[in-house]
């Protein structure tokens, strides 16, 4: 079987060879976060010659008051977190109801809400705008270029897929673990949030993968409801603000999207399993 | 005592997505439906000023040239994309399915670029494509690669296809897993039976698992179908549109998808109603392309 063999090694050979073709753009990120401006013109494939220089990079983008890339940072956070948790809340306990009651109703809801998935963004954006204009003005709250306003929002577009998949997921649990609860004395609400709520943990764990890579990395809708130059901005937002400038700073830049990538590697580097698989299993269903 | 049909509760879960519902999916897609039909605008919002015009809207984007260079466009990028996203990724399924070492570290390595926004990618890649290729063109002799002066993003054609180079970088891995998942439920005993019957391995590879791998290729080409025609961020940080094109004896955007030309007739040209009226021909394109598709293919599945 010596040609088997040979085969395997070829087959090696091409693996590693894809392998660095793939990563080979995080390598011109990091080697050229560390160079100087007119290095990276000069010599944008060389090693950098000092890679200390990073860490300067680094500072310089991080307390830069036109990059504002702290801030940028905290409001990411703060958006993510904040539409993950209450997708999740609200999500779960919707999807309970829906599969929980049986009644034509309860059954077209659902079906709106799903029908919803095939909704492109690009049909709801312009009169997103001037609707949570006018309905924050007539209710007295500021919808646009604020948190309450992208979080409804996330939740709004993040909800039919999450309730798909929870409802997907409620349906296989046996309704006797409920009904037991209820004789033992549980309210209807603390069934879902003591019986069910838990048993839910893969499922909240696909849906907080699947959003939270979505929310973290997304442009338009922040970019749109949160405008350029506002207070608030996500990182996305602040590196299309920077690196968008009619003269393009390289070495900053490509800092920037090395500090804006190295969360989500290193996320993915602890959970990559779960990461491939709640990526992935969003779209199959 | 008669139960209620939906007690308290029933509602009270419910409360929130809908609010969320009605406020970002229903109001504005009524309105935007709506807003198509009308003279809507910056000054035109609400009131007297808003007013009713037809198909007029829908009439003007049928001359308009940039949208018919962009749907033309769009369509051919689409093409492009699917086939480059599912060749690669096909063929990089097979290879990880192999007995080769270290593969999880391969899946894990392509399926990384996906993890990425399509916003920064865009400008990774363009710095890839206007410094580090003129740069390999220079160290390996390639003249075609080492003119400064006349870089990929620089023509449109090349454009369009760097623009289907990151399209695949970013999303090969991500349909590669899909494919990994159908490789490995096809049942080991119909490959052995093959084998024993003499079949080679290619021979296996296209009589038996790939006829038995119809659902995933149902998944994917409506994935890539769907995720190339929606296509904005890459195309909005990598080419920004440019470089500008003659067309109809009109000079426009050379590389400007259909989202992005919403987006601009929108925003850029002041003309709402215009673009919403675009945004309309695009979901309904976008509705009746992946009915079509998907319908196509669920006949060609084998059910077991």
């Not at chain 1, 029908?115 to 309905?135: E, G, H, N, T, Y």
């Not at chain 2, 109001?27 to 007297?48: K, M, Q």
Request: charged share 10%; aromatic share 14%.
């Amino acid at each position: 079987m010596r040609t088997r063999r040979v085969g395997v090694a070829a087959l090696e050979v091409l693996a590693v060879a894809l392998f660095l073709a793939f990563l080979f753009p995080f390598f011109i990120v990091i080697v050229n976060s560390a160079k100087a401006p007119f290095d990276i013109t000069q010599s944008p494939l060389s090693l950098p010659k000092h890679w200390g220089k990073i860490f300067e990079n680094v500072v310089s983008i991080w307390t830069s008051p036109n990059i504002r890339y702290s801030t940028s940072f905290a409001s990411s956070v703060v958006i993510t977190a904040a539409s993950l948790v209450l997708l999740n809340i609200f999500a779960s306990q919707a999807a309970w109801v829906l599969v929980r009651t049986k009644t034509r109703l309860s059954a077209g809801i659902f079906v709106a809400f799903v029908a919803a998935m095939v909704v492109p963004f690009q049909i709801v954006m312009f009169p997103l705008l001037s609707w949570f204009r006018d309905f924050g003005q007539m209710a007295g709250i500021s919808l646009l270029r604020s948190f309450t306003g992208i979080i409804l929002a996330y939740i709004g577009f993040g909800m039919s897929q999450s309730i798909f998949l929870f409802h997907g997921f409620i349906k296989s649990i046996p309704l006797e673990l409920e009904e037991a609860a209820t004789i033992d004395g549980c309210r209807k609400w603390q069934t879902f949030y003591k019986i069910i709520f838990p048993i839910l943990r893969p499922i909240h764990a696909t849906v907080l993968v699947l959003n939270g890579i979505w929310i973290w990395n997304d442009f338009l809708l922040p970019l749109l409801i949160l405008g350029k130059g506002n207070r608030i901005m996500t990182i996305p937002l602040a590196v299309s603000n920077f690196a968008g400038a009619y003269v393009k700073q390289w070495d900053l830049i490509l800092t920037a999207i090395l500090m804006a990538m190295v969360p989500v590697i290193i996320f993915f580097l602890i959970a990559q399993k779960s990461i491939i698989k709640g990526m992935v299993a969003g779209s199959i269903k | 005592m008669r139960k209620a049909k939906h007690p308290p509760i029933f509602w009270l879960f419910l409360a929130p997505v809908l609010f969320a519902f009605l406020m970002v999916i229903v109001v504005p897609f009524v309105l935007g439906v709506y807003y198509s039909f009308t003279n809507w605008s910056a000054t035109a919002r609400i009131g007297d000023a808003l007013k009713f015009i037809g198909i007029e809207n829908f009439a003007k984007i049928l001359k308009d040239s940039t949208f018919t260079y962009s749907f033309m466009l769009t369509v051919v990028y689409t093409l492009l994309n699917m086939i480059a996203i599912n060749v690669v990724s096909f063929g990089l399924a097979i290879l990880v399915t192999r007995a080769i070492k270290g593969r999880n570290v391969y899946r894990a390595g392509f399926f990384v670029p996906n993890l990425i926004g399509g916003l920064i990618l865009g400008y990774v890649w363009q710095f890839i494509f206007d410094h580090a290729v003129p740069s390999l063109g220079t160290m390996l002799g390639i003249a075609a690669w080492a003119n400064p002066n006349d870089l990929i993003l620089g023509r449109s054609g090349s454009a369009l296809i760097a623009l289907v180079i990151v399209g695949t970088w970013q999303y090969a891995g991500y349909i590669m897993v899909i494919y990994v998942a159908a490789i490995e439920n096809v049942p080991q005993d119909l490959i052995e039976a093959a084998q024993i019957d003499g079949a080679s391995s290619l021979r296996r590879l296209f009589s038996v698992i790939v006829p038995m791998m119809r659902q995933a290729f149902t998944i994917t080409l409506f994935l890539t179908l769907v995720n190339s025609f929606k296509q904005f961020d890459v195309n909005y940080s990598l080419t920004a549109g440019g470089p500008s094109v003659m067309f109809m004896g009109k000079p426009i955007y050379g590389t400007e998808l259909l989202a992005m030309n919403i987006y601009n007739q929108g925003f850029q040209s002041n003309d709402m109603a215009g673009g919403q009226a675009r945004a309309v021909v695009f979901f309904l394109v976008l509705a009746i392309v992946s009915i079509v598709q998907v319908s196509g293919n669920k006949k060609k599945e084998i059910e077991l």
